[in-house]
């Protein structure tokens, strides 16, 4: 069974992320992992909501969670997820 990397990139939209991640997660196929990137600055509320928010998969051993030391822009949280993934397919889902 071919595994799936699902890539989501994220700034500023904590609060959107469970929508993407939960959508992934509920689908039928389930040999997937989840790559979120975090691409806000450290220091900033934004990546401390997101930490917050990612809590609730820590034990969830399908969800990947990465943050960037920097903000770098969408497609390099895009490439991040893409070094990380290990599936035989990926896909992009925008928060």
Do not use: C, W
Not at 14 to 38: C, F, G, H, P
Request: hydrophobic content about 35%; glycine content about 4%; proline content about 2%.
């Amino acid at each position: 069974m071919h595994k799936v990397s699902v890539i989501i990139p994220t700034y500023k939209r904590a609060e959107r992320l469970d929508k993407a991640i939960d959508s992934v997660l509920n689908q039928t196929y389930d040999n997937i992992e989840v790559i979120v990137v975090d691409d806000n600055d450290p220091d900033t509320e934004y990546r401390k909501e997101t930490e917050k928010f990612m809590q609730r998969y820590k034990d969830n051993s399908k969800v990947i969670y990465i943050k960037h030391e920097k903000n770098k822009n969408g497609a390099a949280a895009r490439n991040t997820g893409i070094k990380a993934a290990n599936g035989d397919f990926i896909g992009f889902l925008d928060d």
